[in-house]
């Protein structure tokens, strides 16, 4: 079973949930300009979409979420309105991709190093330390450990 620290984890994070990289995450994020991370989150811009008014940048998921829950849907975080979405320049994600990241399950054992375009493929799919609920006994296992995890049958309620 898995100390508390993940359980924390899952109930902030859902397995497929992606973004919310932070500077620490990021090797040398002290150099990585401001203006490459959302101003909504903090964090890294995670598929960037941008204000056409103002050319704000913003993770999508920020932004689509501000825009539901915001008291007027047609306007962007820094009150542009009416609300357009703009495209990313390119050149962003390119630049983003430059960029080494420590996966996201680093503090339960990956040593993981990847690119802006491979992390979510890892994290998602391949990482060997992600977390899952068993759904047999409701504990939280590393994917690494299900071999040892026992398989017998949930006890009766």
């Given at each position: 079973?898995?100390?508390?620290?993940?359980?924390?984890?899952?109930?902030?994070?859902?397995?497929?949930?992606?973004?919310?990289?932070?500077?620490?995450?990021?090797?040398?994020?002290?150099?990585?300009?401001?203006?490459?991370?959302?101003?909504?989150?903090?964090?890294?811009?995670?598929?960037?979409?941008?204000?056409?008014?103002?050319?704000?940048?913003?993770?999508?998921?920020?932004?689509?979420?501000?825009?539901?829950?915001?008291?007027?849907?047609?306007?962007?975080?820094?009150?542009?309105?009416?609300?357009?979405?703009?495209?990313?320049?390119?050149?962003i994600n390119s630049l983003l991709d430059r960029l080494n990241i420590h996966c996201r399950n680093v503090s339960f054992g990956c040593r993981e190093v990847l690119s802006y375009s491979s992390l979510e493929q890892h994290e998602n799919m391949e990482c060997k330390y992600r977390i899952q609920r068993c759904s047999r006994c409701e504990q939280l296992i590393l994917l690494s450990e299900v071999d040892k995890h026992p398989t017998f049958p949930r006890p009766f309620q």
């Open positions: 079973m898995i100390n508390s620290e993940a359980d924390n984890f899952l109930q902030s994070t859902s397995l497929s949930e992606e973004g919310d990289i932070d500077r620490d995450r990021i090797i040398d994020g002290h150099l990585v300009p401001d203006e490459y991370f959302c101003p909504v989150c903090q964090c890294l811009l995670w598929k960037p979409c941008s204000c056409a008014s103002c050319r704000h940048l913003f993770c999508q998921k920020c932004l689509y979420t501000w825009l539901e829950n915001s008291y007027s849907r047609d306007r962007c975080p820094f009150q542009c309105e009416p609300f357009e979405e703009g495209r990313c320049p390119p050149y």
